[in-house]
Nanobody, 129 residues
Framework: QSQLVESGGGLVQPGGSLRLSCSGS????????IAWFRQTPGKEREGVSC????????NYGDAVKGRFSASRDIAKNTVYLKMNSLKPEDTAVYYC??????????????????????WGQGTQVTVSS
């Protein structure tokens, strides 16, 4: 069964950094565009980033532009989300998702959860002093 597995979440102080990992289990994610979303209780899932299969076209949500960066390592079958200058409002469960496509959906459609075929189980990120 094809699924994604996230790791790297935890507790960090404001201004700190974390790197999340999203690995393919049972399939090779090099053929898939991969997105990161986050969600807090009572709110809709928010698009954080989407990276194409080449790793050279990446979309970011307005709330994280300039602070977060996505990348992919084909050899490790893994996509990363490096998060810098973390703020308390970045606290959320972070999910990665995949879609069988070379590029992320156009305009802001990449940030719509229904664009994706499968999801990981999520990893908690808490930013607090």
């Amino acid at each position: 069964q094809s699924q994604l597995v996230e790791s790297g979440g935890g507790l960090v102080q404001p201004g700190g950094s974390l790197r999340l990992s999203c690995s393919g289990s049972g399939f090779n994610i090099m053929y898939y565009a991969i997105a990161w979303f986050r969600q807090t209780p009572g709110k809709e899932r928010e698009g954080v980033s989407c990276i194409n299969i080449g790793g050279d076209k990446i979309n970011y949500g307005d709330a994280v532009k300039g602070r977060f960066s996505a990348s992919r390592d084909i050899a490790k079958n893994t996509v990363y989300l490096k998060m810098n200058s973390l703020k308390p409002e970045d606290t959320a469960v972070y999910y990665c998702a995949f879609v069988f496509a070379q590029i992320c959906a156009y305009d802001d459609n990449w940030a719509r959860p229904r664009e994706y075929e499968g999801w990981g189980q999520g990893t908690q990120v808490t930013v607090s002093s």
